[in-house]
């Protein structure tokens, strides 16, 4: 039995206006990390189309266009048709015809057609095949957009598209940047120094809650998760196309990234994963509860949208991290959580009606082996802001060992004991002089694992 199902892998690209036609300034291209996916696909599928879009991206930056994460002018959208053939021993995948659309203000401009029928075969894992058809189709795709008419007037204006989601969510990104400008922020931390790469398959994940619709906002969770982003992408080493960044996340992007509290392991991350090949780096900074109604309380991660009065209902369980985190075929797994889980805040409770602390009867674990875990706190502390420097107190001082403070024996190689350290000793000692409670970050896992190497 035989069935036509349509992958729709999407990459918005916006061009800068050039000064004109013949400046020799290479065009800015803005590049979504996001791969849509409309219909069901295998595991292998679904990396092609990841892997499509990254190779793209270098194509078009080795052809002098700069990948850069602002405007929106120009898009291209790929749509991938398959015929899979469901047979006693599997899935059966043959690549049709595989499309790119160029657009402006949505309205389609030019197409790139590469219409090369594979033979059919097994994608249920990547494999050679796989490589090869996605290395194949950039290639096909980047020069095709290089002679596309379309984009050979590119000298000329092009209005700012923004009908489409993704330009109206970057909007309120921006907007909300600008604000935290206006407020008075200034970058406290200063440029970041280059570090030696991760692997080019390596996956990051950056969230950043800070406006909160049902309770108080955490002010600084974003210049946080800004400066860990450059963080990871600059001193790190993570290619920009694997980091997946979010400002103020809701339960459905915590869903979608991480798989569902029923134990659905396979989500966006899951699908970016090349087996046994990528490490994860999972960074998180908002407002963390326990679920105040149970006998035995848990943690939940606090979504923008969520009510703390009712987090079981729209909260995400940090167990429920772990558990899916533990079913990747990851390499190693590292996560940081500047968050305390106790239900009070900086600012005060999160909850209407109670006048005391919830302690979590079960703390949340992460057993793998090739997993370690530094919170910002231990036990039931509370996290504490920074308002000098504008930034949480653990991230600000995580940022700074990263950065090479923490760096105790001078090898240019940070490793996980030597920040839990570091950070454990600024922001214990700044805790109490800011806040008069204890703040102490805690480490799970292997201290030995190198977070960062430095160029000499």
Not at 6 to 30: E, G, N, Q
Not at 98 to 109: D, T
Request: proline residues 3%; glycine residues 8%; aromatic residues 10%.
């Amino acid at each position: 039995m035989k069935r036509l199902n349509t992958f729709c892998f999407l990459l918005l690209l916006s061009f800068a206006p050039l000064k004109s036609a013949t400046a020799a300034a290479a065009p800015v291209i803005y590049v979504t990390n996001e791969v849509v996916l409309d219909g069901k696909g295998t595991t292998g599928v679904q990396q092609i189309g990841a892997d499509l879009i990254r190779l793209v991206k270098s194509g078009l930056a080795q052809k002098g266009f700069e990948i850069s994460t602002d405007r929106y002018e120009y898009s291209v959208r790929f749509r991938v048709e398959t015929d899979v053939d469901y047979g006693l021993f599997g899935a059966r995948v043959a690549f049709v015809k595989s499309v790119a659309i160029l657009e402006k203000n949505g309205a389609e401009m030019d197409t790139v057609v590469y219409d090369e029928r594979t033979p059919a075969g097994s994608f249920s894992s990547y494999g050679k095949e796989g490589e090869a058809y996605a290395k194949k189709t950039a290639e096909y795709f980047v020069s095709g957009l290089l002679k596309s008419e379309a984009l050979a007037r590119y000298g000329k204006a092009a209005p700012v598209v923004t009908s489409k989601a993704d330009n109206l969510a970057s909007r309120a990104s921006s907007n909300r940047r600008t604000a935290d400008t206006a407020s008075g922020y200034a970058d406290t931390i200063g440029s970041l120094p280059k570090g030696k790469g991760a692997g080019k398959y390596d996956v990051a994940v950056i969230i950043g809650n800070k406006n909160y619709k049902k309770t108080s906002n955490v002010d600084y969770a974003i210049n946080d998760a800004m400066k860990m982003k450059e963080l990871v992408v600059k001193t790190m080493g993570f290619s920009p196309d694997n980091v997946m960044y979010f400002e103020d996340a809701t339960l459905t992007d915590f869903t979608e990234t991480f798989g569902s509290q029923r134990g659905t392991a396979k989500s966006k991350l899951y699908n970016f994963i090349k087996p046994n090949v990528s490490s994860v780096f999972v960074y998180y900074v908002g407002h963390g509860a326990p679920d105040i109604k149970a006998e035995k309380p848990e943690a939940y991660f606090v979504p923008v949208d969520a009510d703390p009065q009712y987090i079981s209902e729209s909260g995400y369980k940090v167990q429920a991290l772990y558990d899916n985190l533990s079913k990747l075929p990851a390499k190693s797994i590292t996560v940081v959580l500047d968050s305390c889980f106790s239900g009070n805040t900086s600012a005060g409770l999160l909850f209407k009606g109670i006048s005391a602390l919830v302690r979590v009867d079960k703390t949340p674990s992460l057993t793998t082996g090739n997993s370690i875990v530094l919170t910002s706190t231990s036990d039931n502390q509370v996290s504490s802001w920074y308002p000098e420097k504008q930034h949480s107190l653990f991230t600000y001082f995580l940022i700074k060992g990263l950065l090479g403070e923490a760096d105790m024996n001078g090898d240019k190689k940070i490793t996980a004991a030597e920040l839990e350290e570091y950070a454990g000793e600024n922001v214990a000692r700044l805790s109490k002089r800011l806040t008069g409670n204890l703040q102490q970050p805690f480490l799970t896992g292997d201290g030995s694992r190198v977070l960062t190497v430095l160029d000499k």
